[in-house]
């Protein structure tokens, strides 16, 4: 009996999880039961992250290994696997700012707690935004950003959204470096998040599902 | 006459470099001749003051308070950073207005504008800058990338002056891509090889890389007679540059611009032993560009931004086994040769207070950006002078009043019994600059000693 995949993964083994993954694709286990076991782990890791047990290198990590398990259990699957996601959300780094790496970790974290993350990039001009939130209907927004310059493209961004008459249909989080209530305030933004698990809480909120 | 350098002890050595401060020299090695007495006697009580703070031995006069601006001087006259990096004449009256309309205690040089020209010689790949990538009126901002390999390390702690003489150099200047071909020439100690590792150096496109070494070469030296011109004027204006150079953490050196933040977070993981080697290379190699900055320029204080230490970078463990026993090798390497490490934590620093502790007294300034001021007061009272987390949110959109109420907060809080410097937590380019001035005279007027 192979040991458990949902544990070897929250635990951060690396090698043992990719040895019961080929266990089980060989004994011709049903490959979407693996990446569901895959996805609970990911669940623990990001639990373990909002309590302060995992840190910025082990969600790194966990996000390693599970690229690995997802490159084992690909050529496998007959069908793509279409879970059913609990939101869309549209992501990215204010325009000015090229900054990813705060924004790559809440993309993460948003698209492992379930979500279906549109992600917009960096230096992403305010036109875009209001594009995708259209072609979407997402109704959850995060603008990223580091510099203190971003303070400024994220009112723009903001106004923008409220311009084309979307304001209404979307709440809209912040985060990132110099980022605070205060900020949230100055950019008409709904909330700020200081991480990556408040960012999965916020948009959890927002769209009904925490 | 000063006592032989060898002889002294770290504490005669960092009076030295203390006293090689509070009384400059010109170019040609003369006391500098100030232009009033007035101007001499404001930069000799900037640097007492800041000493005072430093030492922990005597309370200063006042709080000493610092400006420590990204482009923020070029801004304020009307001037976007593709200005300055391109015009070098346009450095010195910009930063020279900003620290005297602002009067802080010190000046931290105007290094910020890196020469445009030179990273267009040398095709600069670790960055963006401005009109190459961002716009012209936007900072420049580093491309994280893995510019060293995770099976590079051997190599790397082999013979790390190879790896940042070639290597790297020939990975984020695309110009000088060739390089990567340079044999090391330890092979030039016999006669009959002594040519052979020369024969590159007879290729074009090495001949082309070499050029462009001596064009950047050029322009790097242009650039520095501004930020020197700078320097002299501001000085004879009265106020002493709070920096002499920088060193960094061996963990954000590997960590920033080796394998970036992923690449050194895997290596946690996969290669912790190798990651641990390479520090302990780097770090005599960084404990040699503060001590050589500090008798070189005159001044004890040296830089050391901390990145990826900060709250929520590394767990505690990860902490106290990768980060920190590294950058105090470097800071108590810095403070034995009487060097003052003048250290920025950006971020937040406040489940790293109890483990910082463990630093002899009054050797070390340390300046927060987001952490928590009584925490950090109480943890290092005594030990070392904290500062900083004058809030980037508060300068941007804050009211004057809140600037006010802050600056007299953070007085009441820190400056209790000296051992403090107000500051800005983070470097800042477009603020109220209303702020900024409240915040200079609020410390003038509220933080007296008495």
Known sequence: MAKDLVKTLADLKEQEAIRIVEERLKAKEDPLKILEDARKGMEIVGKRFANSEYFIPDLVYSGEILKSVTELVKPKLARTAQSKKLGKVVFGTVAGDIHDIGKNIVVFMLDVSGFEVHDLGVDVPVQKFVDKIKETGAPVVGLSGFLALAFDSMKQTVEAIQAAGLRNNVKIMIGGGQMSDEIKNYTGADAYGRDAMAGVSLAKKWIGAS | ?450
Request: charged share 25%; hydrophobic share 40%; aromatic share 12%.
């Open chain 2, 1 to 450: 006459m000063e006592k032989q350098w060898d002889k002294m002890t770290p504490e005669e050595k960092q009076e030295t470099l203390f006293a090689r401060w509070i009384s400059p020299k010109d170019p040609e090695g003369n006391d500098l001749k100030f232009p009033s007495p007035e101007a001499q006697k404001l930069y000799k009580e900037r640097v007492t003051r800041i000493k005072n703070a430093i030492q922990l031995k005597k309370k200063p006069d006042r709080v000493p308070v610092l400006l420590i601006p990204s482009f923020a001087p070029a801004f304020y006259s009307g001037l976007t950073p593709h200005d300055v990096m391109y015009n070098y004449e346009k450095i010195a009256p910009a930063w020279k207005k900003f620290f005297v309309d602002f009067q802080p205690d010190g000046h931290g040089h105007a290094f910020v504008p890196t020469p445009g020209k030179f990273l267009d010689i040398l095709g600069f790949k670790l960055y963006r800058w401005p009109d190459h990538g961002v716009a012209k009126d936007t900072t420049y901002q580093c491309i994280e990338g893995e510019y060293m390999m995770a099976d590079e390390y051997d190599a790397f702690i082999r013979n790390p002056l190879y790896f940042f003489y070639f290597t790297w150099p020939s990975r984020v200047f695309s110009a000088l891509e060739p390089l990567a071909t340079l044999p090391p020439l330890a092979g030039v100690t016999e006669i009959y090889t002594a040519s052979i590792p020369f024969m590159p150096y007879g290729m074009p496109p090495v001949k082309a890389a070499l050029q462009a070494m001596m064009e950047a070469g050029d322009e790097a030296l242009k650039w520095m007679g501004a930020c020197m011109a700078f320097a002299g004027e501001i000085t004879m204006a009265g106020f002493p540059a709070y920096l002499a150079g920088a060193t960094k953490a061996p963990f954000d050196v590997i960590g920033d611009t080796l394998r970036g933040t992923r690449g050194v977070m895997m290596d946690i993981y996969r290669q912790p032993d190798k990651l641990i080697a390479a520090m302990e290379a780097l770090t005599p190699m960084e404990i040699q560009l503060g001590v050589d900055a500090a008798k070189q320029i005159g001044c004890p204080l040296v830089f050391i931004p901390l990145h990826k230490g900060a709250d929520g970078f590394l767990s505690d463990e990860q902490y106290k086994k990768f980060y920190w026993p590294y950058l105090k090798k470097v800071i108590l390497g810095l403070v034995d040769e009487g060097v003052v490490p003048f250290i920025w934590a950006e971020g937040g620093y406040n489940s790293r207070l109890d483990i910082i502790r463990d630093l002899p007294k009054g050797k070390t300034a340390w300046l927060f950006d987001q952490t928590d001021m009584v925490g950090a007061k109480k943890a290092l009272d005594g030990i070392a002078c904290v500062g900083g987390n004058m809030p980037m949110d508060l300068l941007t959109v804050g009211t004057t009043q809140q600037a006010i109420d802050h600056t007299k907060r953070l007085i009441d809080v820190c400056g209790k019994g000296g051992g403090y410097i107000m500051a800005n937590g983070a470097f800042f380019d477009k603020v109220k600059w209303e702020n900024l001035k409240t915040i200079v005279d609020t410390v003038k007027e509220y933080g007296v000693y008495k």
